[in-house]
């Protein structure tokens, strides 16, 4: 079979996916006509044309814009079931969803519509394509701990169906530590965590993700190869990491997809992953970021296996699911 197919035909996970990055021009232009607001953009064309960014603040402005149009639990159900079918199609089985409350909540939008519309297309997903999915409730760093705790308090009568809190956003100058108090009332709510740390931030943003949050997986963290300590302390700790190799190229965390690092990743023995971050924004979604980064850096099936193996074993999914994927 040729790559595409094999690429397509992989069974797995997508581990590091924002739902509101899932958000393509046709429905923003379609949920704009539906709610009534306008759009800064005439056409589908001009806001494909604006996506040009040459770092995550960049894109963030343009990324929490687009959000606007998203209102009621409808638009939120049909954000996520247009990614699912995407992502079926790319052979994911599995996906952990991040969604920012925050982006929502904050322009009037309740917290009730956002997580009962991601819920209903999360259960039709499962029923019409066999595609499982947990929810990962992510807080913007850029915003004060307490914006993060009073999300918290928000999610509690969902708390059963979120499964993990993670922390996204503009990275520097926001380091984990912000967030030490949050994360901590989050893990003794029985929530699992995750982090953005070492897409632009230092080295030592990863370390405080371990450190001070308790993350269960870094969401990038290409900047730990900066550091050999670290880069051994996640090998021992088998800390897996949800590589976006369309997103590090169009943020310029990475100036070629060539001088990619993911296969120098798997070498040193890290749990590297290959995750579409952003897809409607970076122009692919898991299973074009698979072929872009093998075509450039020409991976082997064997190495694109393993990421995809690596992509259920870093997974949320119990043991016996986990098993059942490999
Ligand atoms: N980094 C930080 N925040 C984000 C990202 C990202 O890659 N995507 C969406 N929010
Ligand atoms: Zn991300």
Request: hydrophobic share 50%.
């Amino acid at each position: 079979v040729d790559l595409e197919a094999f690429v397509r035909g992989l069974p797995k996970a997508e581990l590091h996916l924002h739902i509101e990055g899932s958000l393509e021009p046709e429905l923003m232009f379609a949920l704009a006509a539906r709610n009534g607001i306008a759009l800064p953009y005439p056409s589908v064309e001009a806001v494909r044309a604006a996506y040009a960014f040459s770092n995550l603040q960049d894109f963030l402005d343009i990324y929490y814009a687009g959000a606007g149009v998203l209102q009621t639990r409808q638009d939120f159900h049909d954000l996520a079931i247009a990614y699912f079918e995407r992502a079926a199609a790319d052979g994911v089985r599995h996906a952990e969803v991040m969604f920012d409350p925050q982006t929502h909540t904050d322009r009037g939008v309740a917290f009730a519509e956002v997580i009962e519309g991601l819920l209903s297309a999360m259960a039709q997903a499962q029923a019409r394509l066999g595609l499982s999915s947990v929810l990962i409730m992510s807080f913007l760093r850029h915003l004060p701990q307490e914006a993060a705790f009073a999300t918290l308090d928000m999610a509690e009568p969902w708390l059963d169906r979120i499964a993990a809190v993670g922390l996204d956003s503009s990275e520097v100058g926001h380091p984990p530590e912000k967030f030490e108090a949050v994360f901590a009332a989050a893990a003794a709510k029985g929530l699992k965590r995750v982090a953005h740390a070492g897409e632009e931030g230092p080295p030592a943003y990863v370390h405080q993700a371990l450190d001070l949050l308790g993350v269960d997986r870094i969401d990038h963290g290409n900047r730990a190869l900066e550091d050999e300590a670290l880069v051994a302390r996640l090998v021992a700790q088998k800390i897996t990491l949800t590589i976006c190799p369309l997103s590090n190229h169009k943020l310029c965390v990475v100036d070629d997809l060539a001088e990619h690092p993911i296969d120098r990743m798997l070498d040193l023995g890290l749990k590297a992953t290959v995750n579409s971050d952003d897809p409607a924004y970076f122009g692919g979604y898991v299973g074009d970021n698979y072929l872009a980064v093998a075509k450039a850096r020409g991976l082997s099936r064997e190495a694109l296996a393993q990421l995809a193996r690596n992509s259920f074993t870093g997974s949320f999914l119990p043991a016996e699911a986990v098993a059942s994927h490999l």
